[in-house]
Nanobody, 118 residues
């Protein structure tokens, strides 16, 4: 089994910054692609950012220029640096892992709450 544990969420004012971390353990492989999803109450889950083993990244249009996804393969940890936060960024943020050659994100963390409010 793969275990993913997120941390770093909290309450921040608009315009502020947070860095989320996702620590992987168990049978996790650094060859997996990783993604950060978010889901607000009453909203569909949204893929915010993704990163491959080689470091290629993709971002949702809503966060481009504000969020940065990165990974430290030696530590089996993925990060999401969130800058210029907006109230609409408020959501539960979850990390997920996708096996190489697969379309699905098969492994999920429990999520961490991010609240952006003045």
């Amino acid at each position: 089994q793969v275990q993913l544990v997120e941390s770093g969420g909290g309450l921040v004012q608009p315009g502020g910054s947070l860095r989320l971390s996702c620590a992987a353990s168990g049978s996790f492989s650094s060859s997996y692609s990783m993604g950060w999803y978010r889901q607000a109450p009453g909203k569909q889950r949204e893929l915010v950012a993704a990163i491959t083993f080689g470091g290629s990244t993709n971002y949702a249009d809503s966060v481009k220029g504000r969020f940065t996804i990165s990974r430290d393969n030696a530590k089996n940890t993925v990060y999401l640096q969130m800058n210029s936060l907006k109230p609409e960024d408020t959501a539960v943020y979850s990390c997920a892992a996708r096996r190489i050659g697969r379309d699905d994100y098969a492994y999920w963390g429990q999520g961490t709450q991010v609240t952006v409010s003045s």
